[in-house]
């Protein structure tokens, strides 16, 4: 109650509505149809600032007077603008999407664009006097500036936050969660294809292979003790099968175990080596161990916003500006970017959940989802010596676009879309 008797009083006395507050405020100052007024004084100083006609002011009251009426107009007229597309925005949430679209064009057309467009109708009609004004001439030139600054495709880059490492990189994780038998993992340490870089050890795997291995030995000893009598001999073609079922089996879980051994996938030298990692330890799936890279191609990964795919082309130049500030700049020209969406982020250093700049949250699943459509783009820098992940920002060439096309491809987008909802 507390809360909407101090709402409501608010409102009430908000002077720059016709309430109770806007007759006290014209009371106190003394003036009368304050509103109406304060207007015409308003637009008043609006054409001897932008066109310097010399005209009167609409009456002859204390310039202190009149400085506080244009104030309360220009004030009036803001909070009404926001006012205005409030109740637009709330009418067209209230209903079916298609008639919101309808009613809140005409909520905008009705109260703000008409407005203006009867300002400007007189302005037509003073055409003459505006003309031969010498400060027409400096607002003529302030706005074509500006629709030239609106209109003209200025905009030639995009800009994309990525990280950088070398090519082909091999991330080191554990297959299964298990334990740490032997590691032979080393910063800076340069390894050959094949060679083992970590021993695991599941006592739940090996435990499996025991049972599967006795059942295996079970089977054979009740196969050899089949006579040849009609009864056992029905048993032999069960007996065969699951035979076959448990050596399938133990064929699985010895490819199991094999995975355990993790081996260099390629020639390369290991980085970011997880230096705590000892014998004894036991490890989940999901943690990065090490990285195996081989110098060589430097490829810089980043997700762009759907809106600005239209503008790459392959092979076009790009620039990747580390964040830190003591590492140089690199070129680099665009390899591919794809054409569908990405589900997920890959890399953890671009998602805003761990500090990067793609919005983005964790799904239940641990993976983490872009909260609007992002494509990936990779591009290949010239000359560059990353030796770990690194992470900047790619300024690529791409086709240009003026500040007004931008904005009416993203309200042509909204309207689409909500309109199709």
């Known amino acids: 109650a507390t809360t909407s008797l101090i709402v409501g009083m ?5 002077p720059l509505m016709r309430f109770d507050g806007y007759y006290l405020l014209s009371d106190a100052w003394k003036i009368p149809n304050l509103q109406p007024r304060s207007n015409a004084f308003a637009r008043w100083w609006l ?20 400085r506080g009426m244009i104030i309360y107009a220009i004030a009036t007229f803001i909070y009404r603008q926001f006012l205005f597309i409030g109740i637009a925005l709330v009418v067209f949430h209230m209903f079916f999407k ?3 679209v309808i009613l809140f064009s005409i909520e905008i057309i009705w109260f703000i664009v008409l407005p203006i467009l009867r300002e400007l109708k007189e302005w037509w009609h003073m055409r003459s006097r ?22 003209v495709p200025w905009k030639g880059s995009v800009a994309v936050q990525a990280v950088a490492f070398a090519e082909p990189e091999f991330v080191i994780f554990a297959p299964m969660p298990a334990q740490v038998a032997k590691t032979y993992i080393e910063d800076g340490l340069p390894v050959e294809k094949g060679k083992t870089l970590i021993v695991l050890r599941s006592p739940g795997l090996e435990h499996e292979m025991k049972l599967a291995k006795l059942n295996e030995e079970l089977t054979q000893m009740r196969l050899q003790r089949i006579a040849g009598d009609a009864v056992e001999l029905s048993e032999l073609v069960t007996l065969k099968g699951e035979l076959a079922r448990n050596k399938e089996k133990l064929a699985g879980l010895e490819k199991e175990m094999k995975r355990l051994v993790v081996e260099a996938p390629h020639d390369g030298v290991l980085r970011d080596v997880d230096v705590g990692l000892q014998p004894g330890d036991w ?6 161990l090490a990285r195996l890279v081989t110098p060589g191609e430097t490829i810089a990964r980043g997700y762009i916003d759907e809106d600005e795919l239209w503008r790459l082309t392959i092979g076009a130049d790009a620039s990747f500006i580390p964040e830190n500030d003591l590492l140089p700049s690199t070129t680099g020209t665009v390899v591919d970017y794809a054409a569908t969406g990405s589900s997920t982020i890959e890399w953890p ?4 959940v761990y500090g990067g700049a793609i919005p983005s949250d964790v799904a239940p699943n641990g993976t983490i989802v872009p909260r609007s459509g992002r494509h990936l783009v990779r591009v290949k820098l010239h000359g560059a010596d990353v030796t770990s992940a690194l992470r900047g920002t790619l300024h690529i060439a791409a086709k240009r676009e003026s500040i007004a096309a931008a904005f009416w491809r993203q309200v042509l987008r909204v309207l689409l879309r909500e309109a199709g909802a």
Do not use: H, W
């Not at 608010?10 to 908000?14: G, S, W």
């Not at 250093?349 to 805003?352: C, P, R, V």
């Open 47 to 66: 054409r001897e600032k932008l066109f310097g006609l010399g005209d009167l002011p609409p009456e002859r009251i204390a310039s202190r007077r009149a």
């Open 10 to 14: 608010t409102i009430n006395l908000n």
């Open 98 to 100: 298609m008639l919101g």
């Open 283 to 288: 490890i989940d799936k999901v943690s990065p």
């Open 130 to 151: 505006i003309l031969g004004s010498r400060r027409s001439r400096i607002s003529a030139l302030v706005l074509v500036c500006t629709v030239a600054l609106l209109i």
């Open 349 to 352: 250093y671009l998602a805003s």
